[in-house]
């Protein structure tokens, strides 16, 4: 059960109570809370945390597995890409190629204009163009101190604090702990991408590609605040005007003020391309391999199918680490919190606690660490079939040779045993 002490100050504005937390100690835009919570209080909440631990602990087994599998999958999938690739011309479509994994170079072009009809904003011959908002809000910052009282419970203090600053998203200050005075107003439109038809040659390319074109360096996209619509002007309480040579600025003076908003414009042109997918009809899908990995690819500039290839593949290998990194760090998450109440139960006594929870620290890693290990060493070997035939074979003429050994040295043992005691028995028959 957790204990509320309240406490007041100078710069204390009132409040009370609320949530089983106290408010304290607040200065401008900052204030504390703080939170005692007994020792059989602790220990009950990091025995609720067991189960939490044991799901991560169990979830990371199937994580580490699939990875490996995904991975080898995918190798699979572009050595079978490989031998199936159909080298095609852009210019014209084969239906011959129907289904088929093909490769083809070209210059991707756009079909049309794109119009942002939110603020009358128009580019000319451009594959993708996006529309970015960031806006002066007042943002909280929140900083949590624990500390382990001597009767084995913990006080916990909450600080927050609230500044402004351009953020490029909406933050709903109707979330902050303390929103009085705090206010951000709300956002009337979002962040948006505008994609056109781009064909490559006789081919129309789809819009996952297309919207993977990379932005131009330069803008040469004209502004004019004219040709905002009126709802959008109303939309925003302030003035617009335009900013720069990236977009508007709807704000009153030079100095933001909360609720000033930026609203930026980029945009893509075409350029040459290298495409590796499967053909279907005019445009592109994935093309999916027996393994069940698909490929779809696209690179600009005159790219080598063998690169693109080689290049998926580093892609792979890279998230293949990140993921067995990400799997592992999950389990030894899991098995320090399975093992938090032994840490919780020894804060009982001065400093044990502390020297608990290192111990507990040290053993998750290692213990998660080996496990990971292992997991991933079997997954490795068993989605590689020659690899896992090669192992059991040679497991196999391992325990046979261990087997022959085991069974001469029996053989031996006998013919010593009886060759000790043949003499014995020629003699008690002399006699």
């Known amino acids: 059960m957790s204990d509320v002490e309240e406490q007041y100050d100078g710069g204390y504005d009132g409040g009370g109570y609320d949530g089983g937390n106290e408010y304290g100690n607040e200065y401008g835009n900052e204030f504390t809370e703080t939170e005692h919570e007994g020792y059989f209080s602790s220990l009950g909440n990091s025995f609720a945390g067991v189960c939490f631990g044991l799901v991560m602990f169990i979830g990371a087994f199937p994580l580490l597995w699939w990875n490996e599998g995904r991975a080898v999958d995918f190798y699979q999938a572009v050595q079978e890409g490989r031998d199936n690739l159909v080298t095609v011309r852009s210019t014209s479509i084969d239906p011959f190629n129907e289904g088929k994994l093909v490769y083809l170079t070209g210059e991707a072009r756009p079909t049309e204009n794109l119009t942002d009809p939110d603020f009358g904003v128009d580019v000319f011959l451009k594959t993708k163009l996006e529309r970015s ?9 929140k900083r949590t101190e624990k500390k382990k009282t001597s009767t084995g419970g913990t006080t916990t203090t909450t600080t927050y604090s609230y500044n402004k600053r351009w953020v490029d998203y909406y933050v709903d200050s109707s979330q902050f702990r303390k929103n009085n005075g705090y206010d951000n107003p709300p956002w009337p439109f979002q962040d948006e991408t505008f994609l056109s038809d781009v064909t490559v040659g006789a081919f129309d390319l789809p819009q996952d590609m297309v919207d993977s074109f990379p932005m131009d360096s330069t803008s040469d996209i004209t502004f004019d605040v004219n040709e905002i619509p009126a709802a959008t002007k109303t939309a925003y309480p302030n003035p ?34 290298s495409v590796i997918a499967q053909q279907s009809g005019s445009t592109f899908v994935p093309w999916e391999a027996t393994s069940g990995a698909s490929i779809s690819r696209i690179e600009f500039g005159i790219v080598s199918s063998d690169t693109m290839f080689e290049n998926a593949l580093a892609e792979s290998k890279l998230l293949t680490k990140i993921l067995r990194f990400v799997g592992a760090l999950i389990m030894i998450i899991g098995i320090a919190t399975i093992l938090n109440p032994l840490a919780v139960a020894s804060d009982i006594i001065p400093c044990v606690g502390e020297c608990v929870g290192a111990a507990i620290g040290i053993v998750s890693f290692l213990l998660g660490g080996f496990l990971s290990l292992l997991v991933i060493g079997i997954a490795w070997v068993a989605n590689r079939p020659v690899f896992l035939g090669v192992g059991v074979a040679g497991a196999a003429v391992i325990g046979y040779l261990i087997y022959v050994g085991v069974q001469k040295k029996r053989t031996r043992s006998r013919e010593m045993k009886f060759n000790q005691e043949a003499p014995k028995d020629l003699e008690l028959e002399r006699d």
């Open 133 to 141: 908002i960031s806006s002066y809000q007042w943002y909280e910052n």
């Open 240 to 273: 617009a005007q335009t900013y720069g040579n990236d977009g508007f600025y709807f704000g009153t003076t030079s100095n933001a003020q909360v609720g000033h908003t930026i609203v930026k414009f980029k945009a893509a042109s075409g350029g040459t391309v």
